[in-house]
């Protein structure tokens, strides 16, 4: 099916959840895993090397910003975005889609492709899945995404429709581009990474059948892996399991399922449950620079003046570098007074919250207990709401 | 003179220049040195083990902005700054001086004291020397520094000597009440760190003949070392070497000397120089967040164009983690794109910059090489001023 290095084998399974080691052109990636948001190309407000520590196998990076600025072909030009970006190990690059759809101004959906202005200077711009595809190439990451239309919720069956027809047909454009670039018949792109894989995105809103058709035609193109998309954008969590539900047992076995920009802690839990691989979200680094932990006893809003004097770390049940040196005491000062440091320490501890709940349920799997570690995890979670 | 642990002790001279060792109730520190500002309790931008990594021995806090938030005796009752700061290596405290002249509002001289508004909530405050010395006490830093009066630059004799005069009768009593604390009979402080010791400042702007009395009589008062204070302030920088020049040799041999808020890496070599043996400045740490760089070559404005594609390390001789991972056109994307990551590892560098230029004056002073070193400093920065 591909010429790429890259591959997926699930070690083990328990009930749905999978326990499986991707493998690509800059090193293999422990699933499930959840692939930390590094929009620039950095996780915002820590090092790659704080990032590594942490145990970030993968990181993902958004196409629309990079493509904005620097540019893809700065990138390219320097060598691609590990080598320009410092960051060894592997990368995710969505499509820029999402990012068209919620940041632009002045967009444009045509059979063609997506016209937008840019938020940073207004210039006017053409994504295609063509297009996606070339500035993928020239980023070089290890996963490509497929161009896909992402509709908002609510949304009624007959524009849901639409939109997922006209993504199954992004995706086959898209697809024949990336086969066309691998086999070295288009001109002016530059390949960046030789073993760039690509994923198709499965569409449909909320309707079950809609779903189950867009994954059964989007895996007939034949892509490296699947994700669905059009999630965690509104709708009740109870309808976003239902179709996780409904949608992972129609993606292969044997290929990576991944659940765009989800989500929660439980939610990625419950995902798990369901089958999905992988994961990213912006809430872990975002509400971190809000000031908002997530902690094994629920979330943790550290600017509360019921901390002003509590020496005690965020979560006393936590092991990162900000748990075993700082109180939430020290934590709200750096906060108040608008230290950047304030968001350096509370990503580091909410990132490694994350990572930390992958590796559990990772060896959870491995030995047959997934079930009494979701049961745990919840418990512990609704025991004792912190701020939440 | 002192029951403090605090001692210093010079172990190598080279021409007026000293390497010596400071040992404080938190560790001892090789001199000279430069003392990173943590403002608020943590150097901006970067975490205290990268701080640590960096080698540094000692951070400068500011008392002003601690007292008004989250308030000394809150420090005090977490157990000292130390310990509500989770930093175990000295500190280095100011008196708050500075930064009422500097940043408070609708500020009255008394003889009693200082009177100012909170630059956070127009809250009105009187610092006095003995205030100074309680806060200090409560903070429990390792140097707390005697309250003085710091003149603008230009100033007139008169007013220059009006306020050198205020500032030793205000040494006697900052150091009658210091004093007073160890003999435990002052009632309502409490005594953060029972190792702290106090340093005096001399003043007289740009007088020689003001400085030397000033010297005289504040080492008259009888304090564990003594500051310069009231340079770094507008006058030129020969100005500034000359009244160094003059104020050192009338400061005790085998005391510390430490010259306050200065400055350009090339300022701390000269000053060094002089016989001057600790120092504090914002400037590595500022200008990281504004985008400057200081180099072996010259400083370098990251966001210049010419940067844009410029693969090579901020300073190819460098050998901190910025300049070993990563390239110029990466950090001006990252500067440009408003990440807070940009200010991270360009303090991380500036910082570097200024630790290991002082690791090699140390080496250079114990080896008997100073005046080669500092020829061969002035030499790299003016073969190729890059941005300055």
Redo the contacts between chains.
Sequence with gaps: MSDTPFSFRVTHTDGLARRGTMTTAHGTVETPAFMPVGT??????????DLESLGAEIMLANTY?LYL??GDA?IA???GLHR???WSRPILTDSGGYQVFSLASRRTITEEGARFRSHLDGSAHLLTPEKAADIQAHLGSDIAMALDECVAHPCGVREAADATARTLRWARRGRDRVLALRARTVDGVTISNDGQAQFGIVQGSVYPELRKESASETVAVGFEGYAIGGLSVGEPTGVMYDIVSQTAPCLPAHQPRYLMGTGMPEDLVESVARGIDLFDCVLPTRNARNGQLFTTEGRLNIKNARY??D?RPPDPACAC?TCR???R??L???F??G???A???NT?HNLNFYLDTMRRIRDAIAFGRFERFRLAFHQSLSRQALDS
């Design positions: 620039q190309g950095a996780v915002k407000a820590i090092t790659h090397r910003h600025r620097p700065l030009r320097q060598g320009f970006a410092g002003a004097e020496a570098y040196t700082f109180s005491a020290y709200r000062h750096l108040l007074a230290e950047i440091g968001a350096t320490l580091l």
